[in-house]
């Protein structure tokens, strides 16, 4: 949050110049400097002690807005200097004023609080009023809110007497800041708003962004996240238009990308903020930035590192007499160790004495928090009395704060009433705790955002799923792995706002992307493009988080097993579910569901790393031809690992079934059709059961899959069999579907095409980024069709084949939500995608796809169609056999 320093105000007779520079200094610090240079100069020629004392001043505070705070402090004492000698008591009591918060910003408070004091004794007046605000921020940022908006609240009609707008604007602003620490926050959205209007009328256009900035920090808190990330990024482009640096400003950045889990980001920028807020000197902002570096490693279970930076943070605090941020910054190592597994009484009573010395400091929510840690010791402890008293006292927060910590506070809940067993109490807890997570993901339109919101539910989902396995109905494990698993994929999308400019956005990445593909490239010109490319790649990211979400959440409900038996037919349906490491198996077959205990993850998931390993170099018989046969032996052999651990035992219930496979982390990248109890048959894969009913309920309402278009086919560039394989996949279709290649493959003309289309195949390179899966894309003429790109259509293709390597590859993350060009299709409403999760062989994807179309053509549906021309394609050498086997159905199949 920005705090802010804005210009002093002008005692009786002050030159026109100094009252000038005075209000420049927080407007547009740099100019200042430039003009208060020139001014000192003079004075300093001339013996003018006054002019030399404000000059002074006006460089001591523009020094501290562009956080600068050595020379700040410098220059300040100086001014103080001067004016004293000089016999101009007020003149050195202005400068003591922002002398004050220089020495705060650095950490010396006690020096601060002298310096404001001696100030005080001076002022009379608005002056005086004004130094009071100084003092209150002091205060503020001290954890004594009680003294501060006392001050604000003296300072007040003294400052609306006099009409000083920006002082009313600096109150306003310091003011809106101390009512979202306290949780206050249509008071602090109201204090914000004056603050930035008066600003902006004053000319304070610094300041009126830093007020910007400040309303981010208010709409982060309130869970409007969207809201958050637009108006951080308007304010970090306003002080970067303004030359200002921003190491003051990216706490809050942080403190809301973790809020939306963006781990990977939170941490750089958490990283970031100490670098820079510890060269800037700028030690009580830094000790902040440490807190928030423990949080952001303790999200990533890094228990080392959390510990460091907390403990850290809390021994600054304490240098800087910040007795309620000390507690806090306890409270943190607490968790940390609470998370990495301590449980002790000893840690209960420590989590009660901060609760209750939070208290008394003022700081309820912080104080709720704290007993909402002491609660869950309690439970683990089996302490269930005093768990109790620890829930009564965090009860406010099941209806105030963020999403996280309410989605805690019912947890908590929960975990108290199954330990009391009371299992349908428990589950109406989780169930509410739920709905908060719900709501959340509602509020969010960016896809990015929506997939990382599952994260909230994890302890809810977990609780939930082992209530269930000790019910031992298979109907009830089915409700709750589903009632968390691929949320976002469920909702309806949103297309991102402003249009035209994420449209020229994502051109302009095309450009760069096509310059880099330039043979000869000078090394120099091609890392310049690269830093390119990452700037504009953030500005889309960021256009694109701020999506506004939808209106309302209607309450999602699980499917119920008859619906599914209804709509499976003959076929059978598997949903693997991850229980504390332990992997179950749910089938529904034949009117019932049954639940089959696999035994642990583990296994499982190093059985699809040696599938994977080794298809890869089957596929690849160029590079890898030494090693055919080893590679060929190590496929089949994890094939049958894989098969024994995940379908054997289940084989009973399967039968000769079709299958719908809805798999579970690692699951998802598993080529099933390797698997021998998969080999030959019609399969389908999808991210949750939910997701493949209403797809199967789309496909049977329709029963067409012409769409709009028909069928359109593309051919991407640098793949030396997609123009052939287009046009023999033409011939199968009659009449002969239209097909872009060459030049006129573009992502305009592509996505033009796919509109609405009915089927749609693309051959073409594809790239799977696991930095952001977002940027995962299709390889067209003039550069990458990326999920961004995607999620711009107004109607999905109604059944899209995607003959590229990895397209059907997604990003895993907790809750089994998926990212990448996959998921971004099936949210969108394609109902069925037949992709690759592995490297492919072009070839052998040629022969694959005529075979497919043959069949489509001819009626077939599409999971059925995969089979039978990935058998044809056994005959075919090892090479085809590992593409065929690599080729996936998902969605309605």
Not at 35 to 47: D, I, K, N, T
Not at 509 to 517: D, E, G, H, I, S
Request: some cysteine; hydrophobic content about 45%; aromatic content about 4%.
């Amino acid at each position: 949050m920005a705090v802010q320093s804005p210009p002093d105000a002008a005692p009786p007779l002050l030159p026109p110049w100094a009252h000038a520079l005075l209000q420049l200094a927080s407007a547009d610090p740099v100019q200042a400097q430039r003009e208060a240079r020139m001014r000192l100069s003079v004075a300093e020629a001339m013996g003018d002690d006054a002019a030399e004392c404000l000059a002074l001043r006006v460089l001591g505070h523009a020094a501290r807005e562009l956080a600068r705070p050595a020379e700040a402090a410098e220059r300040l004492q100086q001014a103080v200097a001067v004016g004293e000698r000089a016999g101009l008591p007020e003149l050195a009591a202005g400068a003591r004023v922002t002398l004050a918060l220089t020495h705060f910003a650095a950490g010396s408070t006690a020096e601060a609080l002298v310096q404001v004091q001696q100030a005080l004794a001076v002022l009379r007046g608005v002056e005086h009023a004004q130094a009071v605000v100084q003092r209150a921020l002091i205060e503020h940022r001290m954890g004594d809110f009680t003294a501060a908006l006392a001050g604000y609240r003296s300072a007040l009609p003294v400052l609306e007497r006099a009409q000083d707008r920006v002082w009313l604007a600096r109150l306003h602003n310091n003011r809106g800041l101390l009512h979202m620490e306290q949780g206050r926050l249509r008071e602090a959205a109201v204090d914000l708003q004056e603050a930035e209007q008066s600003y902006r009328l004053s000319g304070q256009h610094m300041l009126a962004v830093q007020a910007v900035h400040n309303r981010g920090c208010v709409a982060s808190l309130a869970g409007r996240y969207p809201d958050a990330l637009r108006l951080f990024d308007e304010a970090d482009h306003g002080l970067a238009e303004l030359g200002c640096p921003t190491p003051a400003t990216l706490p809050d950045i942080c403190r809301a990308l973790l809020s939306v889990r963006l781990l990977n980001e939170a941490q750089v920028v958490a990283s970031r903020s100490v670098r820079e807020l510890s060269e800037a000197g700028m030690s009580a902002d830094l000790a902040e930035a440490q807190l928030l570096l423990a949080q952001a490693a303790l999200l990533r279970s890094d228990f080392t590192a959390a510990a460091t930076a907390a403990r850290t943070a809390s021994d600054m605090f304490q240098q800087q007499q910040r007795p309620a941020w000390q507690l806090t910054a306890q409270h943190q190592v607490l968790q940390v160790a609470w998370k990495a597994g301590e449980r002790t009484e000893e840690l209960l009573t420590q989590a009660r004495r901060l609760a209750v010395e939070l208290t008394k400091m003022g700081w309820p929510v912080q104080s709720q928090n704290a007993s909402l840690t002491a609660a869950h010791i309690a439970v683990d402890l089996g302490l269930l009395a005093a768990a109790r008293h620890d829930l009564d006292r965090a009860r406010g927060l099941r209806r105030r704060g963020t999403a996280e910590v309410r989605a805690q506070a019912w947890h908590a809940e929960a975990l108290w009433r199954a330990a009391m067993h009371r299992p349908q109490d428990a589950a109406r807890a989780l169930q509410a705790g739920l709905r908060v997570v719900d709501d959340h993901r509602w509020a969010l339109g960016a896809s990015e955002l929506r997939a990382q919101a599952s994260s909230y539910a994890q302890g809810l989902a977990t609780t939930g799923l082992a209530l269930a396995r000790d019910d031992g109905r298979p109907s009830r494990l089915l409700a709750w792995a589903e009632r968390w698993r691929a949320g976002a994929l469920m909702l309806p999308p949103v297309t991102p706002p402003d249009d035209a400019t994420l449209a020229a956005d994502l051109n302009q990445l095309r450009a760069l992307t096509q310059q880099q593909q330039e043979p000869g490239l000078d090394m120099d010109l091609r890392r310049s493009l690269e830093r390119e490319q990452m700037t504009v790649e953030r500005t889309i990211r960021l256009r694109a988080r701020a999506t506004p979400g939808l209106a309302s959440s209607p309450l999602s409900r699980p499917p119920q097993v008859r619906e599914l038996a209804q709509a499976l037919g003959e076929r059978a349906l598997v949903e693997f579910v991850d229980i504390g490491g332990d992997l179950a198996a749910i089938v529904v077959a034949g009117a019932r569901a049954s639940v089959h205990w696999l035994g642990p993850v583990t296994p499982a998931a190093h059985s699809v790393q040696k599938l994977r390993f080794a298809l890869r170099r089957l596929a690849d018989p160029g590079r890898f031809a030494g090693s055919a046969q080893a590679a060929s032996s190590a496929a089949y052999l994890a094939g049958q690992q894989l098969d024994a651990l995940l379908l054997q035992p289940l084989k009973r219930r399967l039968g000769d079934r079709a299958l719908v496979i809805v798999p579970t982390g690692a699951l998802h990248t598993v080529p099933w059709p390797a698997l021998p109890s998969c080999t030959h048959r019609a399969l389908t894969v999808a991210p949750s059961a939910a997701l493949w009913l209403r797809a199967s309920r789309d496909s049977a309402a329709d029963g067409s899959v012409h769409g709009r278009v028909g069928t359109v086919l593309v051919a991407g560039p640098r793949l030396a069999e997609a123009e052939r394989e287009v046009e023999a996949v033409a011939a199968q279709y009659d009449p002969t579907p239209p097909s872009l290649q060459g030049p006129a493959a573009t992502v305009a003309a592509v996505s033009a095409a796919l509109d609405g289309a009915g089927t749609a195949h693309i051959a073409a390179h594809a790239s799977f980024r696991a930095d952001n899966p977002q940027f995962s894309a299709l390889h067209l003429a003039d550069g990458p069709l990326t999920v961004y790109d995607f999620e711009r259509l107004e109607h999905a293709p109604q059944r899209l084949v995607l003959a590229a390597c990895q397209s059907g590859v997604s990003a895993v993350e907790p809750g089994d939500e998926l990212m990448g060009l996959a998921a971004a299709v099936l949210n969108l409403g394609t109902r069925v995608l037949i992709a690759s999760v592995m490297d492919v062989n072009d070839a052998a994807t040629y022969e694959l796809m005529l075979v497919l179309h043959r069949e489509l053509s001819a009626g077939a549906d599409a999971s059925h169609a995969l089979a039978i021309a990935q058998q044809q394609l056994d005959q075919h050498g090892a090479a085809a056999r590992a593409t065929a086997y690599s080729f996936v159905c998902f969605g309605a199949g």
